[in-house]
């Protein structure tokens, strides 16, 4: 594969990088509407009166969570998987463009059309605004396309980058994911002041839209490597590339494929649900001025968009993926911790997180390339399925949980942060048990997670 990759237009170095800046943009725009909402949790808890929507810590948490709510339950993830090694990067692209745009949408529409006083009642969920529940619905089928368009971006990266530069890839495309995350951070507040609270959201529909449009010009570049690929291999390689249900038990069986995962899963757990809270937290117990506070979780993103590459590069060229995973986790936890400790010095604040945008550089740029090492390249689009539905679990369930804990800990004005944080710190000690566990299993099964990327 490597080989033939090699003679088509993906061995050429600007149709490559040309791919590269076309997808990430894509996904850059699904992570503005990922986290847009989060620094505005402020405004949504303020009154209806005083330019809010009245919600509550648990419902903002409720709201949080829905983004996984239809992969989880309804296996969104695993149909996107098997769509992406059936139908191919180009189909499923689009699809999941098609579908952040009208979930995007329909949040906006939730947020200024639906009034948020009248209420109803949700299983398990108790009694919530319907606004709430229109918002959350919205956030919910935007997260089908989120995620389809996540598995899709980095398969489309190893299908152009096999033998090539791939962790740098993967890392510039996390860095451009993590520019969409600190522009809505930061952004998003500042414009919700000036302009109001729907204005940030239309935004990110603008962008999502831009990103489909950018998208179909990546679909004609793909069709020329398809057809110079269909020149250049045989029938039977190309059976050999096929994926079959079958095959997947082979990977469901392998040790280091469920240490990806669950690695994943507690790291992001920790991480993205943190990040929902954080602008908040930064008003609460450190005393910033609100129309500053999403700046400073901003930081954790603005690292990363300089740090991811540069960990890539060290990571296609000296390998040490398995222990950059260890370092990271490590780093994720001792902060989380201090985070729970007593104090409200806003210069700890952005001191802890520039660390922790270092460990949100390190971790993920280790991460991703890892994967191919262990799944074959049929099975490729469904393992990134199974790995981003155990994740989209966590990332459902911690934020409502987050809400609750802070709901009960909060009195009047007052929010006690302490056990949302420990509970964090906690979620970050699994995550080093798992990640000292893959590096293990790599010395016994020589996974090459410890290799360079680049082959000669």
Same mark, same amino acid.
């Given at each position: 594969?490597?080989?033939?990759?090699?003679?088509?237009?993906?061995?050429?170095?600007?149709?490559?990088?040309?791919?590269?800046?076309?997808?990430?943009?894509? !996904?850059? $725009?699904?992570?503005?509407?990922?986290? @847009?909402?989060?620094?505005?949790?402020?405004?949504?808890?303020?009154?209806?009166?005083?330019?809010?929507?009245?919600?509550?810590?648990?419902?903002?948490?409720?709201?949080?969570?829905?983004?996984?709510?239809?992969?989880?339950?309804?296996?969104?993830?695993?149909?996107?998987?098997?769509?992406?090694?059936?139908?191919?990067?180009?189909?499923?692209?689009?699809?999941?463009?098609?579908?952040?745009?009208?979930?995007?949408?329909?949040?906006?529409?939730?947020?200024?059309?639906?009034?948020?006083?009248?209420?109803?009642?949700?299983?398990?969920?108790?009694?919530?605004?319907?606004?709430?529940?229109?918002?959350?619905?919205?956030?919910?089928?935007?997260?089908?396309?989120?995620?389809?368009?996540?598995?899709?971006?980095?398969?489309?990266?190893?299908?152009?980058?096999?033998?090539? @530069?791939?962790?740098?890839?993967?890392?510039?495309?996390?860095?451009?994911?993590?520019?969409?995350? $600190?522009? $809505?951070?930061?952004?998003?507040?500042?414009?919700?002041?000036?302009?109001?609270?729907?204005?940030?959201?239309?935004?990110?529909?603008?962008?999502?839209?831009?990103?489909?449009?950018?998208?179909?010009?990546?679909?004609?570049?793909?069709?020329?490597?398809?057809? @110079?690929?269909?020149?250049?291999?045989?029938?039977?390689d190309a059976d050999d590339e096929k994926f079959h249900f079958s095959d997947m038990m082979l990977t469901i069986k392998n040790p280091g494929f469920w240490g990806i995962t669950l690695l994943c899963l507690f790291y992001y757990s920790a991480l993205y649900p943190f990040l929902?809270?954080?602008?908040?937290? !930064?008003?609460?117990?450190?005393?910033?001025?609100?129309?500053?506070?999403?700046?400073?979780?901003?930081?954790?993103?603005?690292?990363?968009?300089?740090?991811?590459?540069?960990?890539?590069?060290?990571?296609?060229?000296?390998?040490?993926?398995?222990?950059?995973?260890?370092?990271?986790?490590?780093?994720?936890?001792?902060?989380? $911790?201090?985070?729970?400790?007593?104090?409200?010095?806003?210069?700890?604040?952005?001191?802890?997180?520039?660390?922790?945008?270092?460990?949100?550089?390190?971790?993920?740029?280790?991460?991703?390339?890892?994967?191919?090492?262990?799944?074959?390249?049929?099975?490729?689009?469904?393992?990134?399925?199974?790995?981003?539905?155990?994740?989209?679990?966590?990332?459902?369930?911690?934020?409502?949980?987050?809400?609750?804990?802070? @709901?009960?800990?909060?009195?009047?004005?007052?929010?006690?942060?302490?056990?949302?944080?420990?509970?964090?710190?906690?979620?970050?000690?699994?995550?080093?048990?798992?990640?000292?566990?893959?590096?293990?299993?790599?010395?016994?099964?020589?996974?090459?997670?410890?290799?360079?990327?680049?082959?000669?």
């Amino acid at each position: 594969m490597r080989e033939q990759v090699r003679n088509t237009i993906a061995g050429k170095a600007w149709a490559r990088w040309t791919v590269l800046a076309i997808v990430s943009f894509t !996904m850059m $725009a699904g992570y503005i509407v990922a986290k @847009e909402m989060s620094p505005l949790q402020f405004m949504l808890e303020k009154a209806v009166g005083d330019g809010g929507m009245g919600w509550t810590s648990g419902e903002f948490g409720i709201f949080a969570g829905s983004r996984g709510f239809f992969n989880v339950f309804l296996l969104m993830l695993f149909v996107g998987g098997v769509i992406l090694d059936k139908m191919g990067v180009r189909f499923t692209g689009i699809l999941s463009c098609v579908l952040m745009l009208v979930g995007s949408a329909a949040v906006y529409g939730a947020i200024t059309l639906a009034s948020p006083e009248p209420m109803m009642t949700v299983p398990l969920l108790g009694t919530v605004k319907r606004q709430v529940v229109l918002a959350a619905l919205g956030f919910a089928f935007f997260g089908i396309g989120y995620e389809m368009c996540g598995i899709t971006v980095s398969k489309a990266i190893v299908r152009w980058f096999s033998g090539k @530069e791939m962790a740098l890839a993967m890392g510039l495309q996390v860095a451009m994911a993590r520019l969409g995350t $600190a522009l $809505a951070l930061g952004f998003s507040p500042i414009i919700a002041l000036k302009w109001g609270l729907p204005r940030p959201i239309l935004i990110g529909v603008f962008s999502v839209g831009v990103g489909l449009i950018a998208y179909l010009y990546y679909c004609m570049m793909d069709r020329r490597l398809d057809k @110079e690929l269909g020149e250049r291999q045989s029938s039977q390689d190309a059976d050999d590339e096929k994926f079959h249900f079958s095959d997947m038990m082979l990977t469901i069986k392998n040790p280091g494929f469920w240490g990806i995962t669950l690695l994943c899963l507690f790291y992001y757990s920790a991480l993205y649900p943190f990040l929902d809270f954080a602008t908040k937290l !930064m008003i609460s117990k450190y005393g910033v001025d609100a129309g500053l506070a999403g700046l400073i979780p901003a930081i954790l993103p603005f690292t990363s968009i300089v740090l991811t590459p540069l960990f890539g590069a060290w990571c296609d060229k000296k390998g040490r993926g398995a222990t950059m995973m260890v370092i990271g986790s490590v780093m994720l936890t001792v902060v989380l $911790a201090v985070f729970a400790m007593p104090g409200n010095s806003s210069w700890l604040a952005v001191t802890l997180m520039c660390v922790l945008g270092i460990a949100f550089s390190l971790l993920p740029a280790a991460l991703w390339p890892a994967v191919p090492k262990i799944v074959p390249m049929k099975q490729l689009g469904t393992s990134y399925s199974i790995i981003y539905y155990i994740q989209n679990i966590g990332l459902m369930l911690i934020p409502v949980l987050i809400g609750k804990v802070l @709901e009960r800990d909060t009195v009047g004005d007052q929010v006690d942060y302490t056990m949302s944080l420990v509970i964090f710190a906690i979620i970050g000690v699994c995550a080093i048990v798992t990640a000292t566990a893959l590096l293990w299993l790599d010395r016994r099964r020589h996974y090459g997670l410890e290799d360079p990327n680049i082959v000669d």
